[in-house]
């Protein structure tokens, strides 16, 4: 294996060449050689600092981002642009009032949202779809909170209902990029082939982990379920969003392939564990590991192994012992069921 020479080493190196080369025996110390060498080891240092920086950009795992991203466009894999979350909005209003297409409303943290249709009903509720401003994961919303209007409008009150505002997601990260290239070199397209309905899936904004399941429905079906760990609340992903990802597929897919999209149904597993010590601190750093471990595990229609959660709860930091008793089993899961983190009782 090559070892970049250090800059002490390139000095050396010079300096016993030029003391060969000119026939002296003493130090050069303070003489012009002694300039020369130290400057030409300096640029030789240089060189060799771009080579092996040239080294990882040739090299998709370890490639920075600009050599990364033109890695991936030759494979024909674009970075997942960052998507605004969309949904509708319920406005309490009079007679006459009318809410045009382009409103602006805030939410409590800043987000702001506007219409993009005018609003229609019958008085005293008028509902109008709206879109977040900025994309990404921060514009998704639960149920039922309260967005208000920027400026006034005649007729309706500035406070406004949302339904669920879904579909926001982050722009995609580096190392989700590198590791959708990766998975295209190592499982190249087959025209139709489990893996290609998980690259799909995956290429959607906001879909972190897919799976496919041949077959599940009966001959010549397919189904793919995926789930969308970034969002905020649930991993679940809602009708608008499994509708995307069908939508998506369906122009890719072989034509003779009967494909269904599917969320999966979340399948909490409640924990009831006894710490020692049992702090706060340790407390979070158990949640954080089984969360970890569900992530890397957790599949629709499988298993997660009690020693894996007993192990999960074992190396979070701080933990000395513990005694688990719920789950006192491995936890397997039906057809489309997916372990996620439910209640944890702390005893």
């Not at 997942?80 to 297409?101: E, H, I, M, R």
């Amino acid at each position: 294996m090559f070892s970049r020479p250090t800059l002490a080493e390139l000095v050396v190196r010079v300096r016993e060449d030029l003391l060969s080369r000119l026939s002296l025996d003493d130090p050069l110390r303070r003489s012009d050689a002694e300039a020369y060498a130290l400057v030409n080891a300096g640029s030789a240092h240089s060189l060799y600092g771009y080579i092996a920086w040239l080294a990882r950009q040739v090299i998709i795992d370890t490639a920075d981002v600009e050599f990364l991203e033109r890695w991936a466009a030759i494979w024909g894999i674009n970075r997942k642009p960052a998507a605004a979350a969309t949904g509708s909005v319920d406005f309490t209003v009079t007679l006459g009032a009318v809410v045009l297409s382009g409103t602006v409303l805030n939410a409590f943290d800043g987000q702001q949202y506007q219409t993009t249709a005018d609003a229609s009903g019958v008085v005293p509720t008028f509902t109008a779809p709206v879109v977040a401003i900025v994309a990404g994961a921060a514009g998704n919303r639960t149920t039922g909170q309260t967005l208000t209007l920027v400026s006034p409008v005649a007729g309706v009150q500035s406070a406004a209902t949302a339904g669920e505002l879904s579909g926001g997601a982050d722009i995609e990260s580096d190392d989700s990029l590198r590791g959708r290239l990766l998975t295209r070199i190592r499982q190249p397209p087959q025209g139709g082939a489990a893996s290609d309905y998980v690259a799909w899936a995956e290429e959607v904004a906001g879909v972190t982990r897919a799976w496919c399941y041949p077959l599940e429905l009966g001959a010549g079906t397919v189904v793919v379920r995926f789930v969308r760990d970034n969002d905020a609340g649930t991993i679940i992903p809602d009708s608008g969003e499994v509708a995307t990802v069908q939508a998506y597929i369906d122009a890719r897919r072989p034509v003779t392939a009967a494909v269904t999209v599917a969320a999966p149904t979340a399948a909490p597993i409640a924990f009831t564990i006894h710490l020692s010590p049992d702090t706060a601190g340790i407390r979070t750093a158990v949640t954080a590991e089984l969360t970890d471990l569900l992530m890397r595990e957790a599949i629709p229609g499988g298993t997660i192994l009690l020693s894996h959660i007993q192990e999960a709860i074992s190396i979070a930091a701080g933990e000395v012992d513990h005694t688990l008793t719920v789950p006192a089993a491995d936890v397997t899961n039906s057809t489309g069921h997916m372990s996620t983190l439910g209640v944890i009782t702390w005893v």
